[in-house]
Structures are given as structure tokens and as C-alpha cells.
């Protein structure tokens, strides 16, 4: 049966697959928030038992590392993508006693939790606090303030994956068996340099 796995390869590398780039993703929004002068900057995770949440958190820890940031295990917590988890995540780092300035979430889910969570605190963002999502789901947009977050090529994910299944439909070998396509960075307002 063709079959093309959107998202995260397969451990099968026989069948093909299309995913973006989730490294250099959460790369390209630690730069950013490196670029304005954060230097404590908090990770939420997604799910560990995936690429994808493989990816993100490796993403993070090399960025900081190319940074020559200190990786500190009390500002990555470990989550679940969910908005109850992004609550969470922030809420425990956010009581730290010296807290992050800035605070990447691996999806924007997470984020919209972690922008509850530091309203409770009394903190405003992006004043006290910048936080960044990953996907640029809808909401990103629309939210106050809108939230800085990577956006995934989607239609170039749908327009790669179906090729690919045409192409083994009739039998064909896929010029590329595995494609990982690369995000991009989607500036709003929820990060601002630290005080």
C-alpha cells in the first residue's frame, strides 16, 4: 500500500516522509531572542518520545551552546504540547528564583498557556517576559499580544507528500524518499530586548 508519513519520519526508513525542519526551527527563534540580548531563556517542551520533540529540544540546547550559554537543566521543562502543560511549564519556571527573561515553547499551544501563566504572575509581555511559540496556528495572530512563533510550510508539505504518493502509485521511485523542509520565523509582538 503507498504510504507517505507527514510529520515525523518513520523508524521504517523504507517508507518515505515529509517533516519540516524542526531543529533549526527553534534555531532560528533562540537567535532571535539571542539577537535582542536574552541570555536565560526557559524551554517548554513537547513529547520526548517523538523527532519531533527530539528535534526542538536539540534545537535549543545547541543554539545556547552556540551562544556560549550555559545549559541549565532548572529552565527546560519536560511537557505535553498541550495548553494546560504550557500553563505548567511556565509556572514552574517562572518560580524559579532567578527566572528566565524569555521562554520558548515547542508549539503555540504551549505558548498560549505559558501567556496565562505569566499574566497570573502580574508579569506583561513582552515588558517582563518574551515568549515564542512553534506551527503559527491561527490563534498566533490573534492573541494579545501576538505571539512571535515559526511558521511550517504547509502547502509545500501537502504539494511534496502527494508527488511522492503519485509516484509510487504508479510505481515509481520518489526522486526523494525523504524531504525536510525548512520554516521560517514570524516576528510579532511577544518578545521585546530584556530589562
Known sequence: LPVVVIGNSSSDKSIPSVIIDN???IVSLMEYLCS??????????GLLNSDIGQHRLNGYKIALARHGLTEDPDLIYKSDYSYEGGVRGATALLS???RP????CANDTMAMGAMKAASDFGLSIPDDIS?????DITVASQVVPALTTTA???KEIAENSVEILLDLI???KPDKMHIALPTRIVIRDSCTPPR
Open 96 to 98: 524559579l528564583k532567578s
Open 131 to 135: 515568549i515564542v511559540g512553534f506551527d
Open 170 to 172: 504508479e510505481g515509481k
Open 101 to 104: 527573561t524569555a521562554l520558548v
Open 152 to 154: 511550517a510550510p504547509i
Open 36 to 45: 535582542l540580548g536574552h541570555s536565560k531563556i526557559g524551554f517548554i517542551s
Open 23 to 25: 531543529f533549526n526551527g
